[in-house]
Nanobody, 126 residues
Framework: QVQLVESGGGLVQAEDSLRLSCAASGRTIRRQTMGWFRRVLGKEREFVAA????????YYADSVKGRFTISRDNAENTVYLQMNSLKPEDTAVYYCAARNPYSRGTTRASTDYNYWGRGTQVTVSS
């Protein structure tokens, strides 16, 4: 089992930056694909970004491509989401997620992720 705890959310203005962190415990995430999702109240949870465990490739939703960067520090057992040029439409609760170890292929489907954090709120004012 792996436990995930997000941090770094907050209230910012449009065009500001934030860096979210996802600290994992209970097991190393070295062999796990990690993702970030977000949910606006009343809407479905949506994919934001993911990074493969095996080749380090990163994938992004079109809405954040060029503005957000996902990275991982396996030594620290932590995944990050650097968010630049934030927009009001980025306002959501952001969740960190992990797939089972050794799962192949990056997926944007939340149902393919097996472990979830409790989320951190990001609010972007215009």
């Amino acid at each position: 089992q792996v436990q995930l705890v997000e941090s770094g959310g907050g209230l910012v203005q449009a065009e500001d930056s934030l860096r979210l962190s996802c600290a994992a415990s209970g097991r190393t995430i070295r062999r796990q694909t990690m993702g970030w999702f977000r949910r606006v109240l009343g809407k479905e949870r949506e994919f934001v970004a993911a990074t493969n465990w095996n080749d380090g490739a990163a994938y992004y939703a079109d809405s954040v491509k060029g503005r957000f960067t996902i990275s991982r520090d396996n030594a620290e057992n932590t995944v990050y989401l650097q968010m630049n040029s934030l927009k009001p439409e980025d306002t959501a609760v952001y969740y960190c997620a992990a797939r089972n170890p050794y799962s192949r292929g990056t997926t944007r489907a939340s149902t393919d992720y097996n472990y979830w954090g409790r989320g951190t709120q990001v609010t972007v004012s215009s």
